[in-house]
């Protein structure tokens, strides 16, 4: 033999070896048990009664881990329990966690927080019984890239250490090692994320500022105070600083605000106030209050002697007078401006941290910037519009945008609680309702109180009549499904309605047709597919018909399960091999249904407790396919026995027409065998 046909030989083993290798590798690959979110606890002493059990969550590369505030309707949120609360120990105020990242997601047509890389959570609590020496918690949460999801839970204790030392302050050498706080968004946050959410509350709150200066509580007194400083002054440069100082002035004077209520309410507990039920209510009312003064009914005004001691405060001259002379403005105006910086504050509360002192820096600022620029520039005065109805028309426009508002504020504490009282047919209604409203006012055609007599309208208003009329269109075919992608995020999901399908929806006439009675234990699934969520029943009934089963490992809030069942299972051939060819069960590993208390137990694979029906699901495909993300799909016999290899989310539907065929065919070929 010679050199050459050894290296061949000893070529050909190696690439042998490889394949063999390759091969268990993209087997374990279809079937491992992923782990995509590791986590890591810590305790923190804050006195020798109070401590912070933190949890810190470590997410692998194009995953991300969903936040504790998502809308009832979008994916599984995070969720921690602290079991035996209340005995030796109490859990105070809830779980705070760092900052997440919040984009709108098109599956569940709404807003949804989750986090990439790290978070951070933790909770305060305080021990009442000297002898406590551990608590217990369990975090249950849903992680996703974009593939797969996976929904987990994991058990914690913490040790309770009555000798442990008190942190020290800071300055102090041991200061510089203390794990980072939740508001330390460097560790945890995607910065350019955060970043670009406090660009776009800050650009909406300027234009909010802008709004208010076109109201005539604000509009009269640009030219009145620019024409005080100007004349006042000794000189041009003078009325210039004065002026620019009482810019300035008015900025401090509403960041000051967004401070206090930061301060009050907290940065992270503002955002749980978003999703809380009576936050919503008080301001759903305020709003219609707010609307009803915009629209004429009243004003909201401060008390006068508020105004009266300000305003002989800014007679005292110099900067200490200027500034008092912002502060009159900001009590005089309140009547317009109240409302808009009250809704601005609810809107900020939603997003929580900063993003209050945010918003009232760029309304601020929108409001200061007129009297610097014409106190700089005074001939510009000559070109402003003079003060007229068109003021009035602003102020009802606003108040007609703060009604519709308020809906939304309604419809978050109906879907918290479940209530289908304001479904998403009604909602689209009532802002029909609203935005026609507005068309008709803004063409004349009806009055309010306030409005000045006219017998022509102008042209600006005019285009903005027509804007709104255009807009009101837009939402009519929301009443028969149409996604209506403009206000996103706004009306309750489409599955939160009356008729999910859409008004004036039948069955019949899609690909595969539709049974029109359903066996015993199913029901309408995806497409009219008939579902089994109970596996018995499923695999009875496919014993019964003598066809395949597919298995359907999924979650109510899987959003890759969402996107196969949207667009894989809608395809006209995938469809008719679904309803035709195979008997579906879906099981739902996000099921938090508890199980009968004979019925639950301890898994013998992954030496967790089984106590929800989600659970039991979760274990069954863990512990017969080795894996526990969904989508996850099997084809059986109906004496389960797997006919072909489990598939994952595939959004090819040809592949998967073909994965289903395969399936089809093998199951032929065991009939034909018996």
């Known amino acids: 033999m010679n050199k050459s046909q050894t290296n061949i030989r000893g070529f050909r083993r190696y690439a042998i070896l490889f394949s063999v290798l ?28 109070e401590y912070n059990l933190v949890f810190t969550a470590k997410i692998d590369d194009h995953w991300h881990l969903y936040s504790q505030h998502l809308p009832e309707s979008g994916a599984l949120p995070t969720v921690f329990t602290f079991e035996n609360a209340g005995t030796g120990y109490a859990v105070s105020g809830a779980t705070v966690e760092s900052k997440p990242i919040t984009e709108y997601d098109r599956v569940f047509e709404t807003d949804l927080s989750y986090f990439e890389n790290n978070a951070r959570f933790s909770q305060k609590i305080e021990v009442l019984e000297d002898d406590l020496s551990s608590i217990h918690a369990t975090v249950e949460f849903q992680a996703c890239n974009d593939e797969s999801c996976i929904f987990d839970s994991k058990e914690f204790r913490f040790v309770i250490d009555k000798n442990t030392a008190l942190p020290e302050k800071d300055g102090d050498v041991a200061a510089t090692e203390k794990t980072p706080s939740a508001g330390d968004d460097k560790n945890f946050v995607d910065t350019g994320s955060a970043n670009k959410g406090m660009l776009t509350i800050f650009f909406i709150a ?56 930061t301060g009050i309410f907290g940065a992270d507990s503002l955002n749980a106030l978003s999703t809380n039920v009576w936050f919503n209510l008080v301001f759903f009312l305020l709003l219609i209050i707010f609307a009803a003064s915009f629209l004429g009914a009243f004003e909201i005004v401060l008390p006068y002697s508020w105004a009266n001691k300000v305003d002989r405060q800014s007679d005292r001259g110099g900067m200490i007078g200027i500034l008092f002379m912002a502060l009159a403005l900001a009590i005089v105006s309140f009547s317009c401006t109240g409302p808009i910086v009250g809704t601005l504050l609810v809107e900020a509360a939603g997003r929580g941290g900063v993003a209050p002192v945010i918003g009232m820096l760029g309304f601020s600022s929108a409001l200061a910037l007129p009297f610097m620029l014409f106190a700089m520039f005074p001939g510009w005065m000559n070109s402003l519009p003079r003060s007229g109805g068109w003021l009035n028309t602003v102020k009802v426009f606003l108040g007609f945008l703060e009604l519709a508002l308020a809906f939304k504020f309604l419809s978050n504490a109906d879907l918290v609680l479940q209530l289908h009282v304001l479904e998403r047919e009604l909602f689209i209604a009532i802002w029909i309702a609203v935005f026609t409203g507005l068309t008709l006012y803004l ?7 306030h409005d000045s007599p006219g017998t022509h309208i102008s042209v600006p208003r005019l285009g903005l009549a027509l804007t709104v009329l255009m807009f009101t269109i837009y939402l009519v075919p929301g009443l028969w499904g149409a996604p209506l992608k403009l206000i996103s995020g706004f009306p309750p999901p489409m599955q939160y309605s009356e008729s999910p399908h859409g008004v004036g929806y039948a069955r019949g006439g899609v690909a595969g047709g539709t049974p029109a009675v359903f066996p015993e234990g199913a029901h309408a699934g995806p497409h009219d597919i008939a579902l089994f969520t109970d596996y018995d029943k499923g695999v009875a009934y496919a014993r019964k018909v003598n066809k395949p089963v597919l298995l359907d490992f999924t979650g109510h809030a899987c959003v890759n399960c969402r996107k196969m069942e949207e667009r894989v299972w809608s395809d006209p051939a995938v469809l008719q091999r679904l309803k035709n060819n195979f008997v579906l069960i879906s099981l739902y590993v996000d099921d938090k249904r508890k199980l009968p208390e004979n019925e639950r137990y301890v898994s013998p694979d992954t030496g967790k ?20 993300a969904q989508p996850f799909y099997a084809i059986t016999s109906p004496e389960a026995n797997d006919l072909v290899s489990p598939v994952g989310y595939e959004p090819d539907a040809a592949r998967y027409l073909q994965w289903l065929n395969k399936g089809i065919k093998q199951f032929g070929l065991q009939e034909n065998d018996l």
């Open 443 to 449: 063409f004349g055609w009806i009055k309010l109180p």
């Open 609 to 628: 407790k089984i106590i929800t029906i989600g659970q039991k699901w979760s274990d069954f495909q863990i512990s017969r396919y080795r894996a526990n």
């Open 206 to 261: 300027f234009l909010s500022g802008f709004a208010a200066l076109l109201t005539p509580c604000v509009f009269p007194m640009i030219p009145m105070t620019v024409s005080f400083f100007t004349k006042q002054s000794k000189n041009r440069a003078s009325g210039i600083r004065n002026a620019v100082f009482y810019g300035i002035s008015i900025i401090v004077i509403y960041v000051i605000l967004g401070s206090l209520v």
């Open 22 to 49: 390759l091969f268990t590798g993209i087997r374990s690959v279809c079937g491992q048990i992923m782990e995509p979110v590791k986590w890591d606890t810590d305790i923190e002493k804050l006195s020798d009664t």
